[in-house]
């Protein structure tokens, strides 16, 4: 089982930068694949980045085609944490920002193959 806990969302002007952290305790989440998803009110929740490796071959980024250039997912291994940096924010940004994890290693846009939540933390971009 893994932990997760978000921070570092917040309110932010058009334009601006944020940066979330999503630290995890218990097993190392380097046995899943990580994954942000977002979810605005009366939208569905949607995959924004998430990232996986393997050993003995490369491991594999995904990003959402809204924030491409925009977004970076990334970890540090040290610290048991994956981060979202997030530049250029717009309006359409604006959600909940989930850390989930999946246990089985591959990178997939359906929340329902994540076994691992956070409990989120909100996104405001204003213009």
């Known amino acids: 089982q893994v932990q997760l806990v978000e921070s570092g969302g917040g309110l932010v002007q058009a334009g601006g930068s944020l940066r979330l952290s999503c630290a995890a305790s218990g097993r190392s989440f380097t046995d899943y694949a990580m994954g942000w998803f977002r979810q605005a009110p009366g939208k569905e929740r949607e995959l924004v980045a998430a990232?996986?490796?393997?050993?003995?071959?490369?491991?594999?980024?995904y990003y959402t085609d809204s924030v491409k250039g925009r977004f970076t997912i990334s970890r540090d291994n040290a610290k048991n944490t994956v981060y979202l940096q997030m530049n250029s924010l717009k309006p359409e940004d604006t959600a909940v920002y989930y850390c989930?994890?999946?246990?089985?290693?591959?990178?997939?846009?359906?929340?329902?193959?994540?076994?691992?939540w956070g409990q989120g933390t909100p996104v405001t971009v204003s213009s």
């Open positions: 989930a994890a999946k246990s089985v290693a591959t990178v997939s846009v359906r929340p329902y193959d994540y076994d691992y």
């Open positions: 990232f996986t490796w393997s050993r003995g071959s490369p491991g594999s980024t």
